[in-house]
């Protein structure tokens, strides 16, 4: 019997994993040179490692990847420690990732827009970043996971493993700065550049209810959606249609529609279910071009606002403010 869950798994999930550690150790190597290419060229790799890894996360919590359930559960761990989610359990990460499917809803475990509203000083803080590109949304929703077992009683018990990982990390960029200070700041900047794709990708994925669910908390409150609702809601954002292996950079995970359909399935599969729904890859697709218009044009904006209005249909997507916050790595 097949180690992967699907026969023809083994080298399109293997490419993937060789990616990912070619592109952490290669990324790591070039960024800690002197030379300002090689330094560049090492944070886009190691950025686009980090964003396999997340999808192949996302693939282990569907168990796409490997027969035994308890495999998929042991790379997602190892995943998790290199894309800094491993502060929260995985169990809780799937959990909520499993709501989002059978609710219908983008589910989170903490909203920061009260917080905002609360505090103007603040909101004006996190607009300013957002202005110049800084994913500040994201990188308090990150800390906010990381220090959940200190306000939320449901994680105390988390406490001393979360104080351990702090630990061991600290220590592994102790000795990367040791080696090279600039090997530091080109993992910084990848990570910044990693939650961009990562968001860019989450934002214009759903028109659906936000709904916060505390952690381990009444899963099942809110009556499911329809399956109609839940493909009207649902947007494909594919990088390219004309030169479809450029979606291998985020694991397929654009084929958005043909995800919901048949979550079961692995990434390398999705564009041919997409196919098999619409017809072609350009059918109920939003085009790339106006999402990265739009994603520059309502960075300050989407800070407090909702989502917006998709539009006039899928053939134009201006008015699509998209949304921010709702990354199944920050879930705790």
């Not at 569907?62 to 790379?75: D, K, P, S």
């Not at 959606?225 to 694991?251: I, K, M």
Request: charged share 15%; hydrophobic share 50%.
């Amino acid at each position: 019997m097949s180690t992967f869950r699907y026969e023809d798994g083994a080298l399109p999930h293997g490419l993937a994993m060789l990616w990912i550690a070619g592109g952490c150790g290669g990324g790591i190597a070039l960024a800690g040179q002197s030379s300002l290419a090689a330094n560049a060229a090492g944070v886009a790799l190691l950025a686009s490692a980090f964003v396999v890894a997340a999808y192949f996360i996302h693939e282990c919590s569907h168990n796409t990847v490997f027969r035994e359930a308890g495999w998929n559960v042991r790379l997602g761990h190892l995943l998790s420690w290199i894309v800094g989610a491993c502060y929260t359990p995985l169990a809780s990460i799937v959990e909520k990732h499993m709501v989002h499917h059978t609710d219908r809803i983008d589910n989170v475990s903490y909203d920061y827009r009260p917080l905002l509203r609360r505090k103007p000083w603040l909101a004006g803080v996190f607009r300013a970043l957002e202005f110049c590109y800084v994913p500040a949304v994201e990188l308090w929703m990150h800390f906010v996971s990381l220090t959940a077992p200190w306000h939320v009683a449901e994680r105390r018990a988390d406490r001393g493993r979360v104080l351990a990982v702090l630990a061991i990390r600290a220590a592994c960029f102790a000795l990367l700065w040791a080696w090279s200070p600039r090997a530091v700041v080109g993992y910084a900047l990848a990570y910044v550049l990693f939650i961009h794709v990562l968001r860019f990708m989450d934002c214009f994925q759903h028109t659906y209810a936000l709904r916060v669910v505390n952690a381990r908390g009444d899963l099942d409150a809110v009556a499911r959606r329809s399956r109609d609702y839940e493909q009207e809601n649902t947007f494909s954002n594919p990088l390219s249609v004309a030169v479809p292996p450029v979606n291998w950079l985020t694991l397929n995970f654009s084929f958005h529609n043909a995800h919901h359909l048949k979550p079961g399935e692995p990434w390398y599969r999705l564009p041919a279910i997409h196919r098999a729904m619409y017809g072609s890859l350009a059918a109920h697709t939003l085009p790339f071009a106006q999402l990265l218009r739009n994603y520059h044009r309502y960075r300050v904006a989407r800070v407090l606002d909702d989502y917006g209005a998709e539009g006039q249909g899928l053939g134009d997507a201006a008015q699509f403010a998209g949304a921010l916050g709702v990354s199944f790595l920050t879930q705790y």
